[in-house]
Each structure stands twice: as structure tokens, then as C-alpha cells.
DNA sequence: GCCAACGTTGGC
DNA sequence: GCCAACGTTGGC
């Protein structure tokens, strides 16, 4: 299967850019999602699959790339076994954060989830979305 | 801090 | 299985 991309929710106040580097490559859960849709796009990750960290609330931006390192396995914050999460690792810092501003004024990213259902806090990315915003970010596309 | 949009829950 | 009520999210 060629390599999928995803992005990656989370509010800065309760998990960060720097709490995820600080993990480094024993990377972390990404755990606490309550939500089916999102739920599912875990359970279809693979290991190597690429993701934008992107950071709500005040930050409104992708801030780096992260990398799937373990497939979809229950969460450990919850009892419920409905409840499952991958884990991820943080490859590299964007040198520019890309906001969603600047995502929401580019004509070749209105289909983007992020725009259309902002809400969803795992989402997939295509592949040209994602070239677009690496090269927004400052990055080379793997 | 407000509120619209959305997802989930629970009663019927 | 429907749908009203409720809670949460996240942009503004």
C-alpha cells in the first residue's frame, strides 16, 4: 500500500508541538479521541503513514510532521474497548507555521477536511494537499 | 466569551 | 430506529 497522510488535531493548552518532540522516537499515544470518524481513520493507518500536527484554538496552524509508529491498538485512557488510537512520533518542525488562514485563502486547499468539517480532529489529507502544504510550511514532500 | 455546527445519547 | 435534548468543539 502506498504511504497515506493524515493530520493530526490537538489543542496546545493539553498536548503540544514541544510535549510531542519531548516523547522523541518512543513517539506517544495518540489517545482521548471519542469520536468514530475519527476512530476509523486510526484503524486505517499504517505504520510509516505522514500527518501535519496541526494545533487549534489560539495557534490555528500546522506546525510539523508526524509519523505513524504503531497501528491502531486500544487506548489506554479509556475502559471502553470501542476506543482505539495509534501512536506517533514527531519527525520535523515547520520552519513556517502554515495557518489555517492561509489554508482557508488557497484556492487549491478549499477541499481540504480541516476546511470543510473543521471539527474532526483526525482527518485525511491527500497527497497533493499534503505537497501544497509542505512547500507552504517550508519542507520538502516526502 | 459566544454561538453555530456537529456528534452522541437516551427515551419512546 | 427515530429524533429531541444535550454536550462538545473550535472558529470568530
Known amino acids: 500500500m502506498t504511504k497515506q497522510y493524515w493530520l493530526f488535531k490537538t489543542e496546545p493548552s493539553t498536548w503540544s508541538w514541544q510535549d510531542q518532540v ?20 486510526m484503524r486505517n493507518m499504517a505504520v510509516g503513514d505522514l500527518g501535519f ?6 495557534d490555528k496552524a500546522v506546525v510539523g510532521i508526524v509519523e505513524v509508529i504503531a497501528e491502531a491498538h486500544p ?7 470501542r476506543w482505539d488510537c495509534v501512536d506517533i512520533k514527531a519527525i520535523a ?10 489554508i482557508k485563502a488557497d484556492g487549491r486547499l478549499s477541499d481540504m477536511v ?6 474532526l480532529s483526525v482527518q485525511p489529507v491527500t497527497e497533493e494537499e499534503w505537497r501544497i502544504v509542505c ?3 517550508g519542507v520538502t514532500a516526502e
Open 22 to 41: 519531548a516523547k522523541g522516537d518512543a513517539g506517544e499515544e495518540w489517545d482521548g479521541v471519542r469520536n468514530y470518524q475519527a476512530r476509523n481513520f
Open 53 to 58: 500536527f496541526y494545533l487549534s484554538q489560539r
Open 75 to 81: 487506548d489506554s485512557t479509556s475502559e471502553d474497548d
Open 93 to 102: 518542525p515547520f520552519p513556517v507555521h502554515v495557518t489555517l488562514d492561509q
Open 114 to 119: 480541516l476546511v470543510k468539517n473543521s471539527r
Open 135 to 137: 512547500a507552504l510550511g
